[in-house]
């Protein structure tokens, strides 16, 4: 990425599968857009409306300046993903994102197949973007269709209708290596045979990668508050069972199996980004309330941004990053967050890397019981996985895993 973007994107064309060890998670940048053309009811995400524009170029000297300092304080990695997220950050100019891809890349070099991603709505694409965006160095999008319906795209305070949807997903097809995208599904009134229908038209589409979530009513959105008026609400736990079970049979049987709760792949084609997440990697989050999760000096810590967009810039500004989390983390939290984010995905988490993390086990009799009561299985190499039933209730799993911690002789080794 040194050359020119022109280059850089020549030179990692080539997109390497999803991390084949599951005990090697990586390291990965994560930069945050917090801005959208409009905020949907249901967002609950760190972002923002300017309806007088954006200093774009000022944002940019901030991305940049705490790039430059968090290398400063970490020292030298390799970068096995980038996720441009938000917000939306298919709002921002090509040039902006070639130059933040070049500034993480003299900072800490891009490996040539290094997943390279970038959120966009349907709205905010264009076809000459997108071929900037591709020219930057970016060789993956991510896609927030949410639905394929124009009345249910207007109750979810979308801008695009479900052709503007299609010709995005045209757009991405042509233009990048590989392309996913996101759909709500359990919306009120949704019933089985609707969401049957508009998940297999979404098949078609040929995506390898779709993620498909639950609407869930945050607090502080106005779905929130339409919730608590009796004026909206999402079909009962029954219902929701149905439609998650329905989803993961009709994804199954077209070759996108389930790897994590929410997100189908063909194999091979995961997240790897957010693969390192779920594998409990390290990440350096960048830009207005990105979270990180950063070794520093053999210490692994936790970091998280100023949130109000303007405030974090000038923060960065003026002192070169906008921390206002940042705390070392003891070996039962990474063991807990390890447990809670390994145990997502269907692979699974290995206790040898919980041991590797954290220091500590759960207990045999812990696991037993578990697995007796249908919520847990153990599976080649030593791993945990939930089992279907198990994810339902995957915090009362963790808790009961996570109380019941053991220390391992020699403690932590990473």
């Known amino acids: 990425m040194r050359q020119s973007s022109e280059t850089s994107a020549r030179a990692c064309a080539a997109i390497a599968p999803s991390i084949a060890n599951p005990d090697a998670a990586g390291f990965g940048v994560y930069v945050h857009w917090p801005f959208c053309a409009s905020k949907c009811p249901y967002c609950d995400f760190n972002s923002h409306v300017r309806l007088a524009g954006i200093d774009e170029e000022s944002f940019l000297d901030a991305f940049l300046a705490e790039i430059a300092t968090t290398k400063r304080r970490i020292g030298a990695r390799r970068v096995d993903s980038v996720f441009l997220g938000g917000g939306t950050p298919s709002l921002m100019s090509p040039a902006t994102v070639a130059a933040i891809l070049v500034c993480i890349d003299e900072h800490w070099p891009i490996d040539c197949d290094a997943e390279i991603t970038l959120e966009a709505n349907p709205s905010s694409v264009e076809a000459g973007r997108f071929a900037g965006y591709r020219a930057a160095g ?3 999008v991510s896609l927030g269709v949410q639905a394929l319906a124009d009345a249910d795209l207007r109750k979810l305070g979308r801008l695009h209708t479900a052709a503007e949807a299609r010709k995005a997903l045209d757009i991405a097809a042509s233009t990048f290596p590989r392309f996913s995208f996101d759909l709500i599904y359990a919306r009120p009134g949704q019933t089985p045979a609707q969401w049957a229908d508009e998940l297999g038209a979404a098949l078609a589409f040929g995506s390898r990668h779709l993620s498909l979530y639950q609407l869930t009513i945050e607090d502080g959105t106005p779905f929130a ?5 009796g004026k909206l609400t999402p079909p009962d736990p029954e219902a929701a069972d149905e439609l998650y079970r329905l989803t993961d049979a009709m994804t199954r049987a077209a070759g996108l199996p389930a790897y994590e709760i929410s997100n189908h792949a063909v194999a091979g084609e995961e997240s790897r980004h957010n693969l390192l997440y779920w594998r409990y990697g390290e990440y350096a989050g960048i830009g207005a309330g990105a979270h990180g999760r950063l070794l520093v000096d053999g210490v692994r810590r936790a970091t998280s941004t100023e949130r109000q967009p303007e405030a974090w810039r000038a923060k960065v500004l003026a002192t070169g990053d906008g921390l206002v989390e940042d705390d070392a983390l003891t070996a039962a939290e990474q063991g807990d967050e390890a447990l809670l984010m390994g145990l997502r995905l269907t692979e699974g988490l290995g206790l040898d890397r919980l041991a590797a993390l954290g220091g500590v086990t759960p207990s045999a009799a812990a696991i037993a019981e ?18 279907p039933a198990g994810r339902f209730v995957l915090n009362e799993i963790v808790l009961r895993l996570s109380t019941a911690f053991v220390p391992v002789p020699g403690g932590p080794r990473s």
């Open 370 to 387: 578990l697995v007796g009561l249908g919520l847990l299985e153990v599976i080649s190499g030593n791993r945990l996985r939930a089992t």
């Open 225 to 229: 508050a339409l919730h608590a008026a």
């Open 138 to 140: 970016v060789n993956r």
